[in-house]
């Protein structure tokens, strides 16, 4: 899927234009996860024990992940969360001779360890539960077991997912202790994931409101010497939904053009991912990279600097706000043209554009080749046909003058000579 979207540098965006030098944590250890916002540089961290799994809370979705944040680190062993599926389906007769550990994929926040273990060509599976079109409530089908961060195995059902109810319950594995929950995915409808803490019997609104990065801890799968690969736990940054990340490499940071990387933008949620570092005795960066990240603010450009590793689990970023960005499948056209002459021009382009009805606050701005706005002006309009007389002092080449209003875009190229 191609995602098309047009860049408007702003005049707020203009002060904004020079990169900010910022440094999110996960603290000492890498104990923590902590969400990060763009546009405040806001961190909101939490432990990575605080929870043990969480439910997705999309609308249509039934994802339910398990915490892959504790584990080895370069200061010791830390408590584990491990999740294992079983062969079992009855919760009171569990069998535990022949379990799986399953791992999340990193790839959607609607698909968690629980449902990677589904068969593909059913469309009703679910991984932990099978869908009844009929009834639209996704019933249990798999038993898992988990264990804990104290050592304590548990055994895991998920029962149902009804309307927006979750309804899940866990026991020791001789069946003491059992334990029955319910989640409403609805009370965290802004959220991407419901948590849940075993040792607290609690549900969890862990997640801020705002945030576009997490830089947590996750297992991904690597190369292995043998030719295959193993699960191995890392330390990177995945992304908030309805987010497209592109990766740029071999590039000088300074003067890479996103819009050449306007096909690759994409939402999987690792694309930030681990590798923009590499631990070789002292961590190193990879200095020819950047990422561009599109969010509700527009288009943003992230180079990392450094990384302090587990002493004190800081990476340092640089951040540059290139523009607000509009979806081309939101802008409103006019049948009318917006006409530049002389075309091509000297000293001065005149602008004619018709409109049907008055507007009172716009914008104006010429673009070069590069994509770099070289001015940005004010305007407005009254109803009919306007004429606006813009002076031309540029070098040659070739120019787009945009202009922009809510959802409204209109823009002509402009040659100077």
């Known amino acids: 899927m191609r995602y098309f979207f047009l860049l408007l540098i702003t005049s707020c965006s203009i002060g904004l234009s020079f ?39 999309d609308a249509f979705g039934a994802g339910i992940f398990v ?7 370069f200061t010791g062993q830390l408590p584990v969360t491990e999740l294992y599926l079983t062969e079992s389906s009855d919760f009171d007769n569990v069998d535990t001779s022949n379990m799986v550990r399953i791992y999340n994929q990193e790839i959607t926040w609607e698909e968690g360890a629980f449902n990677h273990v589904k068969d593909d060509n059913n469309p009703s599976d679910y991984g932990w539960g099978d869908y009844d079109f009929t009834t639209h409530v996704i019933s249990g089908t798999r038993l898992f077991v988990i264990h804990l961060k104290n050592g304590d195995y548990k055994k895991l059902f998920i029962e149902s997912l009804s309307s927006s109810l979750y309804t899940f319950k866990y026991a020791n594995l001789d ?52 030719g295959g690969f193993i699960e191995y736990t890392v330390t990177g940054v995945l992304t908030n939904k309805d987010i497209l990340v592109a990766q740029a490499d071999g590039i000088d940071p300074d003067a890479v053009d996103a819009a050449d990387y306007e096909d690759e933008m994409g939402p999987e949620i690792e694309t930030i991912g681990w590798d923009w570092k590499e631990y070789t005795g002292a961590w190193t960066i990879a200095e020819n990279r950047v990422y561009f990240l599109k969010n509700n603010e527009g288009l943003w450009k992230i180079q990392f600097l450094d990384f302090e590793g587990s002493s004190t689990g800081t990476a340092t970023i640089n951040k540059t706000f290139l523009g607000s960005v509009v979806n081309m499948d939101e802008i409103i056209t006019f049948d ?30 010429i673009i070069n080749s590069a994509g770099q706005a070289v001015a940005n002006l004010p305007v407005s309009f009254e109803a009919g046909l306007n004429v ?3 002076k031309m002092d540029y070098p040659a080449g070739l120019y787009q003058v945009i202009i922009y209003f809510d959802n409204t875009v209109i823009s002509k190229s402009v040659l100077k000579k």
Do not use: C
């Not at 923590?32 to 961190?43: C, G």
């Not at 915490?67 to 680190?73: A, C, D, K, P």
């Open 19 to 57: 990169g900010q030098i910022d440094q999110p944590s996960l603290g000492a250890g890498y104990s923590n996860f902590t969400f990060y916002a763009l546009n405040d540089m806001s961190q909101t961290a939490y432990s990575h024990n605080d929870w043990d799994i969480a439910f997705s809370t």
């Open 67 to 73: 915490n892959e944040g504790v584990g080895l680190s």
């Open 175 to 226: 069946g003491s202790d059992l334990v029955t929950e319910t989640i409403d995915k609805s009370s965290f409808d802004s959220k991407n994931l419901a948590y849940y803490s075993f040792e607290e019997q609690s549900v969890l609104d862990l997640e801020p409101e705002n945030w576009d990065m997490l830089f947590t801890r996750y297992t991904t799968p690597l190369d292995n010497p043998s």
């Open 336 to 365: 009318q043209e917006l006409i530049a002459y002389p075309n091509p021009a000297q000293e001065y382009v005149n602008i004619a554009l018709e409109l049907p009805s008055a507007v009172e606050q716009a914008e104006m701005s």
């Open 388 to 390: 606006k007389q813009i």
